[in-house]
């Protein structure tokens, strides 16, 4: 069965500070799709990136940067830079392919504060 | 280009009581997902449309829950006889391909 682990339940930095927070997936699925979701306060769950399992190129956008590593089966995320915005819970997410269906199943998340 | 909407975004209901929450997907995507999510928790998957065939229902999708999606657009989830343990966030997401794109949510709360 397909399992995401998110070993950090919650972290607290200080502006500025940069941080990393970890993801561990479970699959036998040869291809696959892995996913970062945000969740702030008003609980819209807000779609940050998507890597495919046969790209393992990092990628950086802005402060945001993502290293997946198939060998470890993790799917890190890191924050240069961290701002009181970017407090949150985060989920990571693998899809597992049913009938079609690009299900998701979640980490438990990831709750982030930021503090000034 | 608008986002997934839900409605109504709160419910609170009695126990026994039936209630109806509604999820209209983006335009253009003919997938649709509804997902429950607990305090402290991950989404959970409970069922799946193509269009408006359903495809897949989890097992956390009890006889007392009822999903549809009538002409490929909107999607209604209904839950019937309600109990406490129904009270969660139900999130619907809607995808053209991989990237599933969520609504706000509609937080129910049984007493």
């Known amino acids: 069965a397909q399992k995401v682990t998110q070993a950090q339940t919650e972290i607290s930095v200080v502006e500025k500070e940069d941080v990393t927070l970890d993801c561990v997936y479970e699959?036998?699925?040869?291809?696959?799709?892995l996913f970062w979701y945000k969740q702030p306060p008003s609980g819209e769950l807000v779609f940050l990136i998507r890597?495919?399992?046969?790209?393992?190129q990092n990628e950086i956008s802005g402060r945001y940067s993502w290293n997946f590593q198939k060998s470890t089966s993790s799917f890190n995320f890191t924050i240069t830079a961290s701002q009181v915005v970017d407090s949150a819970v985060y989920f990571c997410?693998?899809?597992?392919?049913?009938?079609?269906?690009?299900?998701?199943?979640f980490g438990q998340g990831t709750r982030l504060t930021i503090n000034p | 280009d608008t986002g997934v909407s839900q409605d109504p975004r709160h419910k609170i209901t009695k126990r026994g009581q039936n209630v109806t929450f509604r999820c209209d997907p983006i335009?253009?995507?003919?997938?649709l997902y509804w997902y429950r999510q607990t305090l402290g928790q991950g989404p959970e998957f409970l069922t799946y449309?193509?269009?408006?065939?359903?495809?897949?229902k989890s097992r956390l999708l009890s006889d007392r829950f009822s999903a549809e999606r009538p002409k490929g657009s909107f999607s209604t989830l209904e839950i019937q006889r309600t109990e406490q343990g129904d009270s969660a966030m139900y999130l619907c997401?809607?995808?053209?391909?991989?990237?599933?794109?969520f609504g706000p949510g509609t937080r129910l709360l049984v007493l």
């Open positions: 890597r495919n399992s046969f790209d393992e």
């Open positions: 997410a693998l899809s597992e392919q049913n009938q079609g269906a690009q299900k998701l199943v």
């Open positions: 997401a809607s995808s053209e391909q991989e990237t599933q794109y």
């Open positions: 449309f193509q269009n408006e065939a359903q495809l897949e």
């Open positions: 699959t036998r699925d040869t291809t696959y799709y």
């Open positions: 335009s253009e995507h003919n997938r």
